[in-house]
């Protein structure tokens, strides 16, 4: 595996390793769809000896007459489903001698379909050559099946490398007990042992002549306009074989300054050495993807300090998911580097950033002392993806949901937990709906069993109450606007959080672990 930093050059790397057995191909490649013409272009560069004809890349899931005569094959992650039953049974009956899988972090899912297809192949080739700037997006479970594919049991068993290295432990959902793989445990050890399967290089240590990187954290308050500016962007509707004409654009053309990019779609194998500063108008869960956008610029080929500014809107998730971003750092750093490492961003001159007072974003509700008692759902269900023009444009407005007056005044009298969404104020398009929890009466408790739901979804609330009932009976808020300390693991929490972000302890429960 080789687990460089971005920018250092993994790609001409695993050329040079490929063709060095080039006596053992036929070669596969298997890289993230948008990449596949930037990795022709550099197979075309660096082998000059190869014939057009004999570099296949794979349009679609039928296309697999040339996989048999071609010395060189290009696959996309996309095309690995679950109904592409002709490609797969193709790539297995040709028995590559010789893999190449760039962006190896695909693969970290174990029940992903993808690497349910992949790791075979790759474990049934002689020479196989992981290319991944950031092996761990952000836990060590996700180093798991990339360790699998080129060395199979050399940790042992899913359930033995979790319990060592991810500490394993069951919870419990509702009564329901299961395991959690999301932590980190005995990270030096996994350090010492990923040395033997893994090289990994950083820019402090090879490009010593490389400007360095700067980070800035900038907080701004929200207005009620949204500025507009003209912008060339890459996003996930722009078809593969644009991208590489864009960056192109961008890299060539004088009058081509700005360029508004998709963290997903723009964040992998794309260079833009052009641009002296990048900015983050949002944050993204793990740190994985924000270090992989970052080196879009920050790589072999930049003349120029490179200038990252983070926009951290004040009173929404920003502020939390920042500190999120720097936990998971020191531990992927802990990991991957043998030190502990944090995101460092200095805070900028507030004064040379007031055009941000003109940004439009989503805000919490108004109300923080009702927010504060509520238990928000982060699980939404996924959305198409639209052109980002549409997001400069005003939405519909939606029509409330209306309830009977008896029924209202029945939820009010018993303080029923109800899920309910927030209706999109008239003045705000861009807040998005939230489930929410409303709290609950002891004495509610008591008397809701013999109640029979009036609505289909109130059964689920109310087996939630029950459980947070047994669960927690003594839990107490906060004062307004102050954080808290966890009784348990004693994390500080921010005060809108109803549980601890670590633990997940009910705010207010003394030194016992109850769980969620």
């Known amino acids: 595996m080789v687990a460089d930093e971005m920018g250092l050059g993994k790609t001409i790397q695993a050329i040079a390793i490929a063709y060095f057995y080039k006596e053992e191909w036929p070669l596969l490649i298997v890289v993230p769809s948008s990449l596949r013409c930037s990795w022709t272009e550099e197979i075309e560069k660096w082998i000059p000896e190869l014939e057009p004809e004999e570099i296949n890349v794979i349009q679609n899931k039928t296309d697999v007459g040339r996989i048999s005569t071609s010395k060189v094959t290009v696959l996309g992650y996309g095309l690995l489903t679950t109904d592409a039953l ?44 992981l290319l991944t700037g950031t092996p761990a997006l952000g836990r060590p479970e996700e180093l798991f099946m990339q360790i699998e594919a080129l060395f199979p049991q050399k940790f042992g068993t899913w359930t033995d490398y979790a319990k060592r290295y991810c500490n394993a432990r069951i919870r419990y959902f509702g009564k ?21 399967i893994m090289i990994r290089r950083l820019k402090t240590e090879v490009l010593t002549q490389l400007p360095p990187k700067i980070r800035q954290h900038i907080p701004f308050d929200l207005p009620d306009k949204a500025a507009k500016t003209r912008y060339i962007r890459i996003d996930g509707s722009v078809p593969s074989s644009e991208r590489i004409h864009l960056v192109n654009q961008f890299q060539n053309d004088p009058d081509t300054r700005v360029a508004i990019l998709s963290i997903q779609a723009a964040g992998q194998g794309l260079t833009f050495t052009a641009a002296s500063h990048v900015v983050f108008a949002e944050l993204y869960w793990d740190p994985g993807h924000i270090k992989q956008a970052e080196d879009r610029a920050h790589r072999i080929g930049q003349c120029s300090s490179v200038t990252i500014h983070y926009l951290i809107a004040n009173g929404t998730l920003d502020t939390l998911m920042w500190g999120m971003l720097n936990r998971k750092v020191r531990v992927t750093g802990s990991t991957l580097n043998g030190r502990k490492e944090q995101l460092q961003a ?53 029509r409330q949901l209306e309830t009977s007056c008896d029924e209202s005044r029945i939820f009010q009298e018993k303080n029923t937990i109800v899920a309910s969404r927030d209706i999109i104020d008239s003045e705000h398009n861009f807040e998005p709906e939230t489930k929410r929890l409303k709290s609950v009466t002891t004495h509610d408790c008591n008397s809701l069993p013999e109640e029979k739901p009036s609505r289909p979804g109130q059964t689920k609330a109310k087996l939630m109450e029950y459980v947070h009932k047994a669960k927690s009976p003594t839990t107490t808020p906060s004062p307004p606007g102050k954080d808290w300390q966890c009784g348990f693991c004693t994390y500080i929490n921010n005060s809108l959080l109803s549980y601890c972000e670590m633990c997940e302890n009910p705010q207010g429960s003394a030194g016992e672990y109850v769980g969620r």
């Open 86 to 129: 002709t490609l797969i049974d193709a790539l297995n009956n040709q028995n590559f001698k010789v893999v190449i899988v760039d962006e190896s972090h695909y693969m970290k899912s174990r029940t992903a379909t993808r690497t349910k297809i992949l790791l075979p192949v790759v474990q049934k080739s002689r020479r196989a050559i």
């Open 176 to 196: 329901r007990p299961q395991w959690d793989y999301r932590g980190a445990s005995n990270l030096k050890e996994l350090h010492h042992l990923l040395n033997d």
């Open 346 to 398: 200095e805070e900028d001159d507030k004064e040379k950033w007031d055009f941000l007072h003109f940004a439009e974003a989503w805000t919490p509700n108004d109300n923080f002392e009702d927010l504060r008692k509520e238990v928000l759902f982060t699980h939404f269900e996924k959305e198409k993806q639209h052109d980002i023009q549409s997001f400069f444009l005003p939405k519909p407005k939606k």
